[in-house]
């Protein structure tokens, strides 16, 4: 059974930092693509950050510069590190894994940008 549990999230300023993490479980987790989505208020979910197997990473052009992506295959986690927050960086973030066709999502961290 697949499981992905994330952390990390909270309240930060703008200009602030903020890293990610999530726990995957039920899996193979080295030979799957990782991704990172959120959710803002009232918006649909988004495609932020993508990890491959082997750490080919690509981002949304919102998140470039700015977020990275990274994955541990030995300890089954993926990260995303977010720097230099911004007002619309606020969300619920959801790590995400597509397995036998069908996508698997975690509870989600919430993360809010304010001053």
């Known amino acids: 059974q697949v499981q992905l549990v994330e952390s990390g999230g909270g309240l930060v300023q703008p200009g602030g930092s903020l890293r990610l993490s999530c726990a995957a479980s039920g899996f193979t987790f080295s030979i799957y693509f990782m991704r990172w989505y959120r959710q803002a208020p009232g918006k649909e979910r988004e495609l932020v950050a993508t990890?491959?197997?082997?750490?080919?990473?690509t981002y949304v052009d919102s998140a470039k510069g700015r977020f990275t992506i990274s994955r541990d295959n030995a300890k089954n986690t993926v990260d995303l590190q977010m720097n230099n927050l911004k007002l619309e960086d606020t969300g619920v973030y959801y790590c995400?894994?597509?397995?036998?066709?069908?996508?698997?999502w975690g509870k989600g961290t919430l993360v809010t940008v304010s001053s």
């Open positions: 995400n894994v597509r397995v036998g066709g069908m996508d698997q």
């Open positions: 990890i491959t197997g082997a750490g080919t990473t």
